[in-house]
């Protein structure tokens, strides 16, 4: 990333950053989307969009949702690099725990600067992911790609591992670390309920004690499948 970055404002900032975590599988985030991430009435989106589009930030297609430019997706990572740094830097130097830091480091993006980010990010030795297991975009602009699933789409009989937890408030992430269900932690899928119903999980794989999580959580957590390691007899 180059240093010459025009200053934007806070709200600027919240747009590209809420814009990219929508369309960042691929889809164009609609204007509903975007009001309900930012608890704004649709008519201030839409006013904030066609600046945004003035500004080169956006594109977008009226009824085909908004995407980010080139311009808008560089600006975007470097504003959640400067949010996952933050939060990893408070984790680990400051001792705040995962539920704490992205109140904290939403306050501070805004402020902080490429320069304060960058030592923080090299003290941590360049860090690759958050607290939360979120990839951390460098400062060249790339981010690790992940094709992962959600909790809530893995069949039963199947085993994965949790790489990330995508949730912003700090009781839900209280109930998951009480539940075990951190970054790293390997389980195993027992069963699902029909409709949306809770689903049965073992921590560890089979031999593990059973718990079962609700539909909407398990849509939070982002898995991936563990390769079984077998030796020939």
Known sequence: MADDFPT???SVEDYLKVIYGLSEKGAAAATSQIADSLDVQPASVSGMIKRLAESG???HAPYHGVRLSPEGTREALRIIRRHRILETYLSQRLSY???????????????ASD?????????????RHDPHGAPIPTREGSVEVADDLTLAEVGPGERVQIRAVRDNDPDRLR???????????????????????PITIRLGGPG?????????????????GVQEHRTDP
């Open 8 to 10: 934007l404002s806070r």
């Open 57 to 59: 930030y956006v594109e």
């Open 97 to 111: 725990s995962w539920d704490d830091v992205h109140d904290e480091a939403e306050r501070l993006e805004h402020a």
């Open 115 to 127: 320069e304060l980010i960058d030592r923080m990010a090299r003290a941590l030795n360049d860090p």
């Open 175 to 197: 109930y998951l670390k009480a539940r075990g269900l951190l970054p790293g932690v390997i389980l195993s899928v027992d069963s699902r309920a029909p409709f949306n119903g």
């Open 208 to 224: 593990g004690s059973a718990q079962a999580i609700g539909h909407e959580i398990a849509t939070r957590i982002r898995v991936a």
